[in-house]
């Protein structure tokens, strides 16, 4: 299993709060976000770890110049959004694969759940947050029908955790489609586009973490969050 980890965004709704720097190495108590998840993973026995780096590349470099991390880099970070940053990762995706945004915090218990779940292709969506959620994803039977950051009432099932699961042969498929929408020229889109053009041909599903803690550092809430989840007083000036 490998894991590609999505890192050249800029952040801009939270990054006023961050001094500028990547959302993914916010302190969380004793260690970064970003050591925190590649330590995890490690702990899990995943060693074959990339990241996609781009805004403040050399920040997270620093953060993590004690973990054995392969790189790759998205020079347009500014102007492409994460569609841009999969592509220049493309040959690493050769094998089973999560593929994740690097500003998620999952805890421990929801890294095991996610590494023992077999389905693919299957992303990852919270139950328990429907109508506070950012992104959200409406699904029945565990398949995905319905995606969006518009969708309301009975539409929404749950909120997109920022995570998707597939393996080696499923790849493939994504890889194609991934050139075909660059060469579109459809390069200010998320990675999950990808899969989301793919779910018009064929099912894509969806399990559910609910009760398992997790938060995308997109708001300073969410940050508060992760923060009161660890038990930690945050330290930032608002």
């Known amino acids: 299993m490998k894991v590609l980890l999505l890192a050249a ?3 801009t709704r939270i990054s006023r709060y961050l001094s500028g720097n990547p959302k993914c190495t916010v302190d969380i108590g004793n260690e ?14 995943i060693t074959d770890i990339a990241m996609v780096l781009g805004y403040r590349a050399d920040i997270i470099k620093e953060t993590l110049k004690d973990y054995d991390v392969k790189y790759y880099y998205n020079p347009f970070f500014d102007v492409t959004n994460s569609i841009a940053s999969s592509w220049f990762a493309k040959d690493f995706l050769d094998d089973d694969i999560l593929i994740m945004n690097a500003d998620v915090f999952l805890e421990e218990k ?4 996610i590494l023992s779940q077999k389905d693919s292709p299957v992303m990852f969506a919270d139950s328990s947050r429907k109508e506070e959620a950012d992104y959200k994803f409406k699904f029945e039977n565990g398949v995905l029908l319905k995606y969006g950051k518009e969708l309301e ?6 909120e997109y955790v920022g995570i998707g699961r597939f393996n080696k042969d499923f790849l493939k498929e994504f890889i194609v489609q991934l050139e075909k929408m660059i060469n579109e020229q459809q390069h200010s889109v998320w990675w999950e586009n990808v899969v989301y053009e793919i779910s018009e041909q064929k099912d894509i599903y969806v399990n559910d973490v609910k009760g398992m803690f997790w938060a995308e550092v997109d708001y300073i809430e ?3 969050r992760i923060l009161n989840f660890r038990g930690v007083k945050s330290n930032l000036q608002y």
């Open 9 to 11: 965004g800029r952040g």
């Open 32 to 45: 970064k976000l970003i050591q925190y998840t590649i330590r995890m993973l490690n702990k899990k026995g």
């Open 110 to 113: 929801l890294i095991d759940y």
């Open 153 to 158: 009432g009975d539409d929404i099932s749950g």
């Open 222 to 224: 969410d940050y508060e």
